[in-house]
């Protein structure tokens, strides 16, 4: 069974820019979950996709977007970036059949100059 | 505002000692309530996770108290080892209903050999 992966581990963008981030989910999950993880603090909610479909959404502007595909993979976009927006960014897989577990990837270190 | 407040932010114990790391929430819509682990450049891990209708759930070396007039629950660690050094999370969610976990803004154990 193949875990949760992201890539790239780690991108470094200008103010301005865009970004786009990619997570394989877990064999078998086909919901993901994205967070931010700023230095120092917990995960933050930006947002779910379930089938395809955003499925709720946490306090983050619409510069935040994401995608998921029929394999159940998605990507987390961010337009215009902002200094703040430089955190770990990570991406979490479920199904039905675990129930409430998300299980992580590693991550993607994002670092706005 | 934060949803669920931990505490405290770090702790030291020596080998073999119990770590105890404490949560309290709010919203009493919440009956999903995992811990997680994260070492250094690492996604989080499930540690382990209790429902409301119980007060105790151990696994290993790992409890989880929880107290739900209080809102509160607790991760206690047995016999603290030097490789379970890293950052504790714990976190809510609605079951579920709920797509969206809140996590606390975890905790930095060392276990001193």
């Known amino acids: 069974e193949t875990g949760v992966t992201q890539s790239p581990t780690h991108l470094i963008k200008t103010r301005g820019q865009q970004v786009t981030l990619r997570c394989s989910s877990q064999?078998?999950?086909?919901?993901v979950s994205w967070y931010q993880q700023a230095l120092g603090q917990g995960p933050q909610f930006i947002f779910q996709y379930y089938r395809e479909e955003e499925n709720g959404r946490g306090n983050f502007p619409p510069r935040f977007s994401g995608l998921q595909f029929p394999n159940y993979s998605s990507e987390l976009n961010v337009n215009a970036l902002e200094l703040d927006d430089s955190a770990l960014y990570l991406c979490a897989s479920s199904s039905l059949s675990t129930g409430d577990e998300q299980y992580f990837g590693p991550g993607t270190r994002l670092t706005v100059t | 505002q934060q949803q669920v407040k931990q505490s405290p932010q770090s702790l030291i114990v020596q080998k073999g000692g119990i770590s105890i790391i404490n949560c309290a929430y709010e919203?009493?819509?919440?009956?999903?309530f995992p811990w997680y682990q994260q070492f250094p450049g690492k996604g989080p891990a499930l540690l382990i996770a209790?429902?409301?209708?119980?007060s105790e759930k151990k696994e290993g070396r790992f409890t989880i108290s929880f107290n739900k007039s209080a809102k509160q629950f607790s991760l206690h660690i047995m016999d603290s080892q030097p490789g379970d050094s890293a950052t504790y999370f714990c976190?809510?969610?609605?079951?579920?209903?709920?797509?969206?976990?809140?996590f606390g803004t975890g905790t930095s154990l060392t276990v001193i050999p």
């Open positions: 209790i429902r409301p209708d119980v």
């Open positions: 976190a809510a969610n609605k079951g579920f209903t709920g797509n969206q976990f809140y």
């Open positions: 919203n009493t819509a919440f009956d999903y």
């Open positions: 064999s078998g999950h086909n919901t």
